[in-house]
């Protein structure tokens, strides 16, 4: 076993331990996901100035700065990183245009899903960009005033400073263009000549299933740009109306589904002194099949592209000379099932890079080197293997140049919680930064002196602190805490007989045998953990009224799910029903014995996405369960997106036994129990086209159910007036059918 070294080096004082009492306060729906919520709102967005100095958030609640003003929810704070001094960089009402009253469903659904940022530090850091739904305005720290950037035209999207302060960048109506901050002139340099070409803009596939969060890049010189362009003529689309309108209205979304043609992607260059050419590279892979899920500039004239080939088996690093067409090959990887699918590759200023891999069994961070004066002239290769054992990394969040370490963060010690860590490039053992139990959330400063803690467990809300690398930290903010009935952690076994399961149980306070019905609420998809000592308020009081109901709740973490090593996630290849099935109901059975006051007779199943798929494969795939609730389920995965569908079960072409096996639509005559169906009419992600075939082949076979739907409602049906009634008919259900 490889011996780690675990050292306080922040006397990291962010941990409070929770008390949490056992006779907790009457909750309902409306104290949960209410205006008047009785959850605290923490800051989530901490934006770094570029040298580090400066953090700065956006205030969720009243609270006092070092000057001893008082700052008001909506104020932007900022803190000096190397005093710990507060005060307020801009107030509420300066910044009023980050509230667009005229943003759709969907933008404000995408720009929060995705990490969209509203604020941007100027490279100087004497200014900020505000991004209010695409409408720029710049804010002149000193002046205290903001200027709109984009007056005459409409929405900006995915703005960016250029290294050297001199233009904005943004995305307007597919195309790329900038503006000068020293004479306000804008000028088109990649227009889209319609819809189906987006220059440097990500479509809703690419943002989903490969995490990018943009498709353009500034040289560091700030003399050209790379951006990824999007060919989506061949793609098919699906139609999402809005039928709140007068005359119904219909959205186009160009949606790739199994075995369909997916964006034609190539990668081009323009030089600022000739914006009228985009100089396109030439890459050995298949366009309309293959995907570009990560580039970027190496140096001024050279770039890096990444290739993941469609059965996502193969994974190619190219780079490429930006005045030529050379282009050669520094890195592969293979694997026989799928491929981690973390893309990220971290390149560092001596020749050497590093990426993660679970080639050994765990995700791991290797570090390699190229020859930094020719890149080109041959594969890179491998140093060392940063960090080994059983455990997974779950993100690299920097490079220290001044101290040769790596900073990541990983479940090493507890698989429910995250950890930060540093390990030296020049090899040795990993060095834990943070302490407490539970997770710790992350944002590393970028001259990676400091870091904000977001420190948080199952029954202990979020306390955040700035950190200092090898001193102490300071307290920011800390919520309410409701004081939840802390569920009970328990350690299972899966259908295997071998492998551990982990889950989390919510019983009632007073029980007797055999009196209390039981709801299991899974994810059990792949690429998540649901069961993680973690702070999710709102899932978690749920739980908590539901077990106030008489109801206890049950969740476990089947095979086929994240963060437990590579031969615990590809369970799901080529199986996403009955490997995880057979281990909920193993969970199941184990439960049932040791519990005794829990009813074998009383059981429900509910579940949200792939646990809304979940649900339906459970109630058709064994008579155990009384009740069931799908919101937003997939029924058939020739319906769900190319990307995720094709990296568990491959090209319906090719496997369409798996497909049928997979799919609910064919076993709805066998469908047990009470059903409630529920989805969003505007989702753009689980399509309401599932539900209604659903519903079909329900109804084919005189099958009841029942069905709630939500108009305009996207996959995560946001909002306190819905979520209300959506969480008020959950309980009713369950406590009609169970109780």
Known sequence: MHRRTSLLLACVICYTAAHPQSNTSP???????????????????????????????????????????????????????????????????????LSNPNISEQDFDHRARYDMPSIIWSPDAKSLLLDAAGSLYLYDIAHARPRLLNASQASGDDPKF????????????????????????????????????????????????????????????????????MNESRVPSYPIPDYQTTHTTTFQQPYPQPGDPNPDVRIG???LRDTNHTHWLTLPFSRGNDYIPRFGWLNKKTLWIEVVERNQQ???????????????EIYNESDTKFLDINYDFTFLQNGQFIRSSWRDGHTHLYLYSYDEKSPLSAPANLVRQLTSGNYDVESLLGISNKEKSAFYVSNDGNPLGRQLWSVPLSGGAPLRLTSGPGTHVISLSPDRGSFIDTDSTVTAPEKICLCHINSECKTLWSARNPRIQPPTELTLKAADNTTTLYG??????????????????????????GVRDIWNGEDELFNQLIAQHGI???????????????????AAYHNLGAVQLADQMAALDQVLARY?????????FWGWSYGGYFTLYALSHTDHFRTGIAVAPVTDWRLYDSIYTERYLGLPSLNAEIYKADGVLNSASNLHGHLLLIHGTGDDNVHLQNTFQYIQALINVDKRYDLQLFPRKTHSILGTDVQTQLYNRILHHLETDLN
């Open 27 to 97: 909750l309902s729906v409306d104290a949960i996901f209410g205006d008047h919520s009785i959850l605290s709102a923490a800051p989530t967005d901490f934006f770094w100035s570029p040298n580090g100095e400066i953090v700065a958030y956006l205030a969720t609640d009243s609270q006092t700065v070092s000057s001893g003003d008082k700052a008001a929810p909506g104020d932007l704070i900022s803190i000096d990183a190397n005093t710990g001094r507060s005060r307020i960089l801009a107030m509420q009402s300066q910044l009023a245009v």
């Open 162 to 229: 250029s290294p050297d302060g001199k233009f904005i960048s943004y995305i307007r109506a597919h195309g790329l263009y900038l503006q000068s901050l020293e004479d306000q002139k804008e000028f088109p340099i990649a227009v889209s000549p319609d819809h189906k070409i987006l220059n440097g803009e990500a479509d809703w596939v690419y943002l989903e299933e490969l995490n990018v969060r943009s498709n353009y890049f500034w040289s560091p010189d700030s003399n050209r740009i790379a951006y990824l362009q």
């Open 269 to 271: 260059t323009i030089s």
């Open 314 to 328: 193969h994974l190619h690093v190219y780079l490429a000379d930006a005045d030529s067409d050379q282009v050669a």
């Open 504 to 529: 989390w149980l919510s019983l009632p306070s007073e029980t007797t045998n055999a009196s209390v019905p039981l709801v299991l609420n899974p994810y059990g998809g792949p690429g998540e953990q």
């Open 552 to 570: 206890a709740v049950l969740s476990v973490d089947n095979r086929g799910m994240a963060m437990r090593g590579r031969d615990f996630a590809q």
């Open 596 to 604: 005794p006051q829990l009813d074998h007779n009383r059981l429900g």
